[in-house]
């Protein structure tokens, strides 16, 4: 429920935050804390332990490469969103390197980031869409993440073949049941032996190493699957931004 998802808002810009303080409140958001300081973020989190703690971070003038980790080590459940004036690949894959659960570009509308905080108060990360023509560059000029090993010799079921395929177009596990006919859980299950076999460590890297592969996936009969074609036709246009 909105009502027990807690907001810490960290920046350097206080009539930045002060906007999206008003914003985030008529939304029905709690408000634990406006900070400047990262060292204040834990103690805001801790006043309310057993509510889902979201942290804000907002255009701080002297971003500290290892900010998300920071955060995360003095305050372990909660979860980070980063909101930048610009997209950086780079910085992105850092922040959710350390543990971040969203990226999010400050070019959308504010009920688009009403939506996006809410997909991370129920667990799923979120990134954004310009991410998909960075990974295109990305594919065109590097070897793709994980193993060199193809699909098919990375055994993956047709099942997995069709989560694969969800998660380059960036489909959270919500969305991914409900286009299978599956549970969360069982996604969540399937997620994990797919980064398991592909030799990744995160959702990002999957579609990345999918990508990269280029269509090769086969289907039962040997030709390349619906699935494998789709692995070629999507962009990674990652939820709602």
């Known amino acids: 429920m909105i009502s027990d998802i807690r907001v810490t808002l960290l920046g ?12 985030l409140r008529e939304q029905g958001f709690r408000i634990t804390a406006l900070v400047s300081d990262p060292d204040d973020v834990a103690q805001a989190v801790a006043l309310h332990p057993d509510d889902c703690n979201l942290v804000v971070v907002d255009g701080l003038a002297t971003p500290d490469r290892t900010l998300t980790q920071d955060l995360l080590e003095a305050s372990p459940a909660a979860r980070i969103v980063i909101l930048a004036d610009q997209f950086d690949f780079e910085v992105m894959a850092r922040n959710f390197d350390q543990g971040a659960y969203g990226y999010i570009v400050k070019r959308i509308a504010s009920t688009s980031l009403i939506k996006l905080l809410n997909l991370v108060a129920d667990g799923e990360k979120v990134m954004p869409s310009n991410l998909a023509e960075t990974l295109r560059h990305h594919i065109g000029q590097s070897e793709p993440v994980g ?4 699909i098919q010799a990375a055994g993956l079921s047709s099942r997995e073949v069709q989560i694969l395929t969800c998660l380059v177009s960036g489909n959270p596990n919500k969305i991914i049941s409900r286009e299978l006919g599956i549970s969360e859980a069982t996604v969540k299950v399937h997620v994990k032996a797919i980064l398991r076999k592909i030799g990744v460590q995160n959702r990002t890297q999957a579609a990345i190493w999918a990508l990269g592969e280029r269509g090769n996936a086969p289907a039962a009969d040997g030709h390349p699957s619906h699935h494998a074609r789709q692995l070629t036709q999507h962009g990674l246009g990652l939820p709602l931004q």
């Open 147 to 150: 193993s060199t090993a193809s």
């Open 12 to 23: 350097s810009n206080p009539i930045a935050l002060e906007g999206l303080d008003r914003v």
